[in-house]
Structures are given as C-alpha cells and as structure tokens.
C-alpha cells in the first residue's frame, strides 16, 4: 500500500489531519460502537432468558453491561469530533447499520448457541478491538486497551461453555456443533467486505494494521485451532452462505 501514516494523532491534532482520516476514525468508532451496543442487547434480550440457572442469569447481565460500557466508551471519543451517538441506545438492534450484524439478529433458541456466539463473535470483536491498541488515534488506543481484556474475558468464557458442551456429549454436543455450524460464517461476515475501501485506507492512515480480509484469514486460522482443541469439526461453508464472500 505504500508509506504508512505512523505519526500520534491527539483531539487537538486531528483537525490538522485530511477529511480522510477523519472520516475512516469516525466511521471505525461508529461501527465498533454501535456493534458492542448490539452485542449488549443480545446478551440481555437473547441469552439471558435462556440461562440455565441464577449464575449464569449473572454472567449474561454482567457481560451485557461491559458491552454496553464499550459503547459508551466510543461514544465519549466521538462527541468531541462532533459526533451525537445518543439515537443508537433507543434503535432496534435490526435498524442499526454502522454494524449491521446478522449474529445478534438471528433468533437464539438454545443456550449452546449463546456458547457459540461468546465463542466465535467474542474472538472476532477482540481482533478487531486489537487492531485499534496500535492506532494513530491516541485517545482511542487508550480505549482499545481497556476493551481488549474484557473482550478476551468474554471469549474465554464462551470456549468454556463450548468445552462443558463437548464434555457433555450427547445431544448438548450436538446442538453445540450445530450453533458452531450457523454462527460461523455469520462471524465471518463481522468483519465486513474483504474488498473494503475503507479498510484499505485505515491501513494507510495507520487505524488499523490488517485490512477486513486480511484480518479474517488470521481470525479463521486462529478459531480453527481452537475449534479443533476442543474436538468439534470446524464448520465448513460455501462462500453463498457468506454476505460478505
């Protein structure tokens, strides 16, 4: 791609910078909010009626609420740039487009699936939040570190409840193979067009290191191992079942 953009950008430089990169940041910080916001919503609307018992009904609450907190996160570095992120609190989860994700619009309907969204999508949302603790923006890697652990924590947990289901066997397995099996390629999809414009120029402007398709690959070797550790069959898909192939 080129030269590399490399320089610390903070609140009062990035007003020197080109509308180019203000434009990728925002649009980054909007779409990576707006999907922690979602992700909160799932895990109190989707996963918390079908928690088998009091301590998971606390997981999932607790886990909703660090969500929503990263949303807030972003939307503290966005209101000085100008940003007002307050009308995505009050949307339905289907109506927010900076992320649209089919993964927390899909209808759950048992709790292996909540293992697998953890699983898979949790390992996807730390990808991405890693790719911003080395960003030009300042204020945002400050941010991006404070997201990752939790992120890591979430997934962590996921792959937990994946392993009891394997453990399990039986038909707890068999669902659980199945959640893998239909969440996957919508874990994919997260991290949007392979062929991204956006993506590119984030690279360039040093907002990322990887572009969508680039992080993809190394998120699909690194959730084959962990899939394969486990002993579930990592799923195999055609690229018709992807909306971003």
Request: proline content about 4%; some cysteine.
């Amino acid at each position: 791609m080129g030269d590399v953009f490399s320089e610390t950008v903070n609140l009062e430089s990035v007003g020197e910078l080109p509308e180019e990169y203000h434009e990728v940041l925002t649009h980054q910080m909007l779409a990576n909010g707006e999907g922690e916001l979602s992700a909160g919503d799932t895990y109190v609307d989707s996963f918390y009626p079908l928690a088998p018992n009091a301590d998971e009904r606390y997981v999932c609450l607790k886990f909703g609420m660090e969500e929503v907190d990263h949303f807030r996160r972003f939307a503290k570095l966005l209101t000085p740039l100008g940003i007002d992120t307050s009308h995505m609190v009050n949307q339905a989860v289907a109506d927010r487009r900076y992320f649209p994700a089919e993964s927390m619009t899909t209808q759950i309907t048992v709790w292996e699936e909540r293992a697998a969204f953890s699983f898979l999508c949790e390992l996807e949302g730390h990808f991405q939040i890693k790719e911003m603790t080395t960003s030009t923006y300042g204020p945002l890697r400050v941010e991006a570190d404070a997201i990752l652990k939790e992120e890591a924590r979430h997934f962590g947990y996921g792959k937990r409840l994946m392993q009891e289901a394997y453990d399990a066997g039986g038909q707890s397995r068999d669902r659980a193979q199945k959640a893998l099996d239909k969440f996957y390629p919508m874990a994919l999809d997260m991290f949007g067009r392979p062929d991204s414009r956006r993506g590119r120029l984030a690279v360039k402007w040093g907002l990322r290191r990887h572009d969508n398709g680039e992080l993809r690959e190394l998120y699909k070797t690194a959730i084959a191992q962990h899939i394969e550790k486990i002993g579930f069959s990592v799923p195999k898909i055609d690229p018709s079942q992807l909306q971003f192939a």
